[in-house]
């Protein structure tokens, strides 16, 4: 389960990679280092056509939620990739809202006897980023009429390098498969 994550990327780097279309960025990019369930994130989406960045919660809230933030108590940072299109919580967003989740790597814990060691994976070629697929939705507060965008990561079981570390990974995407991802 991915909790952890790194941002160390540039702005040329996002735009080159997910070939967004922006005039200027939307605020400044700066290093994170340590980025947490319910921080806000920045996610790539594909809205007619257009790839955008924008920043959105990472602990997904879907549209149908009726009751206040507060008695959202799942985890939902994560969707599991086995069960994404039947599980209640993600599969509106599964058929509806898929999105990409920048990241420079993420970190893993390994039970010892000692304690949790944390573990930071990164892209074996050395590139800056990696791609999570993600899913993300828009909720309103029936009370106040706030609006909050919040977006969950697709895990799945680890590759065999991972494996000797943790049960389970982040979907990580390539290049070529961000068009198909993003249309759904």
């Not at 697929?133 to 507060?141: E, F, H, I, N, Y």
Request: proline share 9%; glycine share 4%.
């Amino acid at each position: 389960m991915c909790g952890r994550f790194t941002v160390k990327a540039t702005w040329a780097e996002l735009i080159a990679l997910y070939r967004l279309r922006m005039a200027a960025p939307p605020h400044n990019l700066q290093p994170r280092y340590n980025v947490c369930p319910a921080d806000p994130v920045d996610v790539v989406t594909a809205e007619g056509g257009k790839r955008e960045l924008g920043p959105m919660r990472w602990r997904l809230v879907p549209r149908w939620w009726s009751k206040p933030l507060k008695e959202l108590r799942m985890a939902t940072f994560n969707a599991r990739a086995e069960t994404v299109e039947t599980k209640p919580f993600f599969r509106d967003a599964f058929k509806r809202t898929r999105c990409l989740i920048p990241m420079s790597g993420y970190f893993e814990w390994q039970a010892r006897a000692s304690g949790k060691q944390p573990w930071y994976f990164t892209a074996a070629d050395g590139s800056p980023l990696l791609t999570a697929a993600g899913l993300w939705d828009r909720w309103k507060d029936r009370a106040t009429g706030e609006q909050i965008k919040s977006c969950t990561m697709i895990i799945t079981k680890p590759n065999d390098f991972v494996a000797e570390v943790h049960d389970r990974m982040p979907v990580l995407l390539t290049d070529d498969q961000f068009p198909p991802w993003l249309r759904h």
